[in-house]
């Protein structure tokens, strides 16, 4: 029907639209309901019409004109709330907040469910409700509560209306006549008995009408009065009560205020989350602030259960209003966010983003945590341009916090940014703070997260960066000296597998990962094997077929990657999320640590005397290690499940990298072509993968005379003589053989390179250098090397003599 329907009538001054007719109410009231919208604003109401022309019954004009009155003097929550009315010669408009009648709305219910059960109980509180402010506030009776006096608004809340026959309690407690005929079936017994209404009290009757509401609730409208026989249907907390409503005494009947009291106590109907809820945010000006944050705290935990058009125009409204102009606090940002995809697109712009922006810049360290862990219910919604200007920036100062949790969540936080980043932001800015932070955050959790991060945002770089950053990264990843970094480096490989050339895989990456074959922790051997085998099996098969190659490298210089790679099917988080207990004393920040004398292991990690790091779990889904290279191609490898590391830890590891020294990633400026970024990933400090004996040669010279220095420090600090010290040790059997000695001489340089913010030494360390073919040089080589071996077995000795050394570490 068109909105003028009624344009005809002369009332051209009532400022509402009314629109077509709401059918079924018609039949239960002297009135016909219709949807309407008020002409300044299109905002939706309702509009109950009575045609005066058409009933020429003074009676029924009577019954309306009260009922315009009782609802114009009547205000309180459970009450259909009153807008406007106008009287005209033909018609009588009354205008109220947009409701349906229940006897309709409760058809689209759903049939069974928790949610039901709640929102049931939540309604009948409410009607409740409203009959004890009318009988003990207003000394008034309704005597028309039944399923179609009852109206439901946009919030699902439960108006009591249909004020047509509402008398004073005091007056005659005969129930009076109604129109139409088809609303007698809900009049009490004692209307044909006489006799019983001596025993009437000023609420029997509308108890007996709240009786009937709470059935039809439950099974629908009432057809015939011996239904209410039929209780099966009513939930079990409810039955006795149910019985005292519709019970043929009206003196037994309970008082509506004596009702709430019941079912409000524990195990009671009205006692359950979602009622327990909306009284909170009813009440919650007078609530404290430690009340609001523990309500907000488990709210999000309960919302799957509430009807969704409760939680978006009842609870929603109240949570945003909760945070602009009370005291709530960070806590109510879970479940605001949880709620507002239940919004439209127009509406979530205009309400949400706006409050998303400004607590972005909060300082409040509580606030940015938790819009970092939510990060993924509201970045969707906003504008990529918003995300680059107004929340990126903010977000990018997360890297550089000093409390360890912060950092964390920020590097998680990209992979939800990641695809609405610009260039600058995301090749640039993203992976600057990532160089960083993988080679100098002192937590092994956050340097495992970012090498983790890299892979998944992987398909969002720009190719050529990506192809120039990946590689290198993930090889720095695995010298780490913390275990599950290690893994995230050579799943990170084999997750971003089809970025890397055939040629890049067998001179970088192969090489790389065999190192990972014999290293000490049997969690980073075993994928380290598996990706081996698969970057064979993917050669393998280039060799056998070479019209394979472009099949295979097809993704090394697109924007966008072929859908089912490996990345998609990667695995999710690494690492657990790094806790408060992360946060490193002043203390124990600068201290300086000695040498690793060993990979620390999964189960057995150096305990300091302020924190101590402990990996929970490294799990992996495969355990087939013995296949053949040919089982790895390419169609298995993207069916292939790399598994999931699950590490917690507390404080700092003790394979953590010192702080100090001069980062190489400078300032930096947006390029002006890809060959000008600077972004710490592609730098001459990356060096290349060929040995240099020359050079490990220097190193090992170098590490050997810091260490002859801090043994210097230590012996000067007890007033020990180096001389006979040294002499002393001579004497001393070494506590490891020559091959332990070695290995421990070969992780220790590992160590020593990964501290450092390059791997400008290449790949592998050499056991044995090559003979020059010069008897004096191979010689003079060859005692090097024996005074190099006497000298680690001095050490050795010594430490082992005298406990960890806490001085003549070596400084980075």
Not at 482 to 511: C, D, H, K, M
Not at 570 to 576: D, I
């Amino acid at each position: 029907m068109m909105w003028s329907f009624f344009s005809r009538d002369s009332a051209k001054d009532f400022p509402y639209e009314i629109g077509e007719q709401v059918q079924g109410f018609e039949h239960h009231s002297i009135w016909s309901l219709h949807r309407a919208k008020r002409k300044n604003s299109n905002e939706e109401v309702s509009v109950f019409v009575y045609e005066i022309s058409k009933n020429a019954s003074e009676a029924k004009l009577e019954l309306a004109k009260a009922s315009v009155k009782r609802l114009k003097t009547l205000r309180h929550p459970s009450i259909l709330q009153f807008l406007d009315s106008l009287e005209t010669d033909k018609m009588l408009y009354v205008a109220t907040e947009s409701v349906e009648p229940l006897g309709n709305h409760i058809n689209q219910l759903s049939s069974e469910g928790p949610q039901k059960d709640l929102y049931l109980a939540w309604g009948v509180f409410q009607i409740t409700r409203a009959l004890s402010f009318l009988n003990n506030d207003g000394n008034l009776r309704h005597n028309n509560v039944c399923i179609w006096s009852v109206f439901v608004n946009a919030s699902g809340e439960w108006k009591l209306g249909s004020l047509e026959y509402v008398s004073a309690v005091d007056g005659n407690p005969m129930p009076p006549v109604k129109i139409p005929p088809a609303l007698e079936i809900y009049d009490p017994p004692e209307k044909n008995e006489p006799s019983k209404l001596k025993a009437s009290t000023k609420c029997s009757v509308d108890m007996w009408g709240l009786g009937c509401l709470v059935w039809e609730s439950f099974n629908g409208p009432l057809k015939v009065r011996s239904n209410l026989k039929d209780i099966d249907v009513i939930p079990k907390s409810l039955q006795s009560l149910y019985c005292e409503l519709v019970g043929a005494l009206p003196s037994n009947r309970p008082n509506p205020a004596d009702i709430i009291t019941r079912c409000r106590k524990p195990g009671g109907f009205f006692r359950n989350d979602l009622v327990d809820s909306l009284l909170f945010l009813e009440e919650i000006q007078i609530k404290d602030k430690a009340e609001k944050n523990r309500f907000f705290s488990g709210l999000a935990n309960h919302l799957d259960n509430f009807p969704d058009n409760v939680c978006k125009h009842k609870i929603l409204p109240q949570l945003i209003t909760a945070y602009e102009y009370g005291d709530a606090g960070s806590a109510v940002l879970a479940p605001m966010f949880k709620l507002g995809k239940l919004l439209e697109e127009a509406d979530y712009q205009k309400r949400i983003v706006p409050c998303v922006v400004k607590l972005f810049s909060s300082t409040d360290r509580v606030t940015r945590s938790r819009l970092l862990q939510q990060i993924e219910l509201f970045i969707p919604h906003i504008l990529p341009q918003t995300v680059n200007d107004q929340i990126f920036p903010q977000v990018a100062h997360g890297f550089l916090d000093t409390n360890a949790t912060i950092r964390e969540q920020t590097v998680k936080s990209i992979i939800h940014l990641a695809p609405k980043l610009n260039y600058n932001n995301l090749n640039v800015e993203v992976l600057r703070h990532f160089a960083r932070l993988q080679a100098r955050d002192d937590q092994g959790g956050i340097r495992t997260n970012t090498t983790v991060c890299l892979g998944k945002i992987a398909p969002h770089l720009h190719p050529q960066v990506r192809q120039r950053v990946l590689v290198s990264a993930f090889i720095r990843a695995m010298r780490d000296p913390f275990p599950p970094a290690r893994v995230a480096g050579v799943l990170a490989l084999a997750a971003t597998q089809q970025y890397f050339l055939l040629s890049e895989i067998a001179n970088r990456v192969l090489p790389a990962l065999c190192s990972l074959t014999v290293d000490p922790e049997k969690s980073v051997r075993d994928p380290a094997f598996k990706t081996v085998k698969g970057f064979l099996g993917k050669l393998e098969k280039v060799s056998e077929d070479p019209s394979l190659r472009e099949t295979m490298e097809a993704d090394v210089h697109t924007a966008t990657p072929s859908i089912g790679n490996a990345a998609a099917t990667w695995a999710g988080w690494a690492v657990t999320a790094v806790t408060a207990k992360f946060y490193r004393s002043q203390s124990d920040s600068s201290r300086p640590r000695p040498p690793m004398t060993e990979q620390p292991s999964s189960s057995s990690l150096s305990t300091t005397t302020s924190s101590v790091t402990s990996m929970t779990s490294l799990e992996h889904e495969s355990n087939e290690t013995s296949a053949s290279a040919s089982d790895y191609g390419q169609n298995d490898w993207d069916n292939e499940n790399w598994g999931e590391m699950d590490v917690s830890g507390t404080s700092q590891d003790p394979s953590s990298p010192l702080a100090a020294g001069t980062s190489n990633n400078g300032q930096m400026k947006a390029p002006s072509a890809l060959g000008e970024v600077k972004d710490g990933w592609d730098n001459e400090e990356w060096g290349s993968l060929e040995e240099d004996p020359v050079g490990e040669d220097q190193e090992e010279e170098e590490d050997e005379q810091q260490l002859i220095v801090g043994d210097t420090m230590k012996s000067n600090e007890l007033s020990t003589n180096i001389g006979s010290l040294l002499n002393n040790c001579n004497n001393l059997s070494p506590i490891r053989d020559e091959q332990q000695l070695q290995e421990h001489h070969i992780n220790n340089t590992t160590n020593a390179n990964w501290n450092s913010d390059s791997w400008a030494d290449g790949e592998f360390e050499p056991i044995e250098e090559p003979l020059t073919g010069n008897p004096k040089l191979d010689e003079a080589r060859r005692k090097r090397e024996e005074k190099k071996l006497q000298r680690q077995r001095e050490l050795e000795a010594r430490r082992s003599q005298k406990g960890p050394m806490k001085l003549g570490a070596r400084k980075l």
